[in-house]
T-cell receptor, first 115, second 116 residues
Framework: DQQVKQNSPSLSVQEGRISILNCDYTNSMFDYFLWYKKYPAEGPTFLISISSIKDKNEDGRFTVFLNKSAKHLSLHIVPSQPGDSAVYFCAASGAFTSGTYKYIFGTGTRLKVLA | DTGVSQNPRHKITKRGQNVTFRCDPISEHNRLYWYRQTLGQGPEFLTYFQNEAQLEKSRLLSDRFSAERPKGSFSTLEIQRTEQGDSAMYLC??????????????FGPGTRLTVL
């Protein structure tokens, strides 16, 4: 049961344009969402997060939007740069009954920014 | 840089051997997580420590796996009698208990395990 889904395995965008990465979730208990960027042979690097009390969070070129009614979030990168080429993972967390704050990750979207 | 560190970065072993990985979290972080990532998948949760207490273990963590965090600082993950299906990237993450809602985890570079 995939609770966090990234339905686009890959995305190509021209340098300078907007990149939009999407993520859907099924568990309404999730209340904290994050995006990570991963290069080959490295661990995931934290990019940006959003709690369920907000619908938007911005950090420089990165903006995350949360639509709770649709159980959907998206990451916008503007403008896209070749260095943004990586795999992007969406992750969700919540007040699990176990008391842990583990993340549930999507399967990732490989972004390629073309120069 | 005082980020999360993991050792070794790569480990090749023969089936049936035991392996141990180490994770050193960011120094003031009291929460520590282990995840496993296989090709084409996102990281999957294995286990969680709050200080030295192991509070949750995933069903993915069979009896051959054991994790410790003896003094609430570094952690070790041991796999006994390795199988080829154990081949994966093992990731460690740590976080600081700031609030109930937000818990941003910072990941180490991972240990790539190959079981021949």
């Amino acid at each position: 049961d995939q609770q966090v889904k990234q339905n686009s395995p890959s995305l190509s965008v021209q340098e300078g344009r907007i990149s939009i990465l999407n993520c859907d979730y099924t568990n309404s208990m999730f209340d904290y969402f994050l995006w990570y960027k991963k290069y080959p042979a490295e661990g995931p690097t934290f990019l940006i997060s959003i709690s369920s009390i907000k619908d938007k969070n911005e950090d420089g070129r990165f903006t995350v939007f949360l639509n709770k009614s649709a159980k959907h979030l998206s990451l916008h990168i503007v403008p896209s740069q070749p260095g943004d080429s990586a795999v992007y993972f969406c992750a969700a967390s919540g007040a699990f009954t176990s008391g842990t704050y583990k993340y549930i990750f999507g399967t990732g979207t490989r972004l390629k920014v073309l120069a | 840089d005082t980020g999360v560190s993991q050792n070794p970065r790569h480990k090749i072993t023969k089936r049936g051997q035991n392996v141990t990985f180490r994770c050193d979290p960011i120094s003031e972080h009291n929460r520590l997580y282990w995840y496993r990532q296989t090709l084409g998948q996102g990281p999957e949760f294995l286990t969680y420590f709050q200080n030295e207490a192991q509070l949750e273990k995933s069903r993915l963590l069979s009896d051959r796996f054991s994790a410790e965090r003896p003094k609430g600082s570094f952690s070790t993950l041991e796999i006994q009698r390795t199988e080829q299906g154990d081949s994966a990237m093992y990731l460690c993450a740590s976080s600081l208990d700031r609030s109930i809602i937000s818990d941003t985890q910072y990941f180490g570079p991972g240990t790539r395990l190959t079981v021949l």
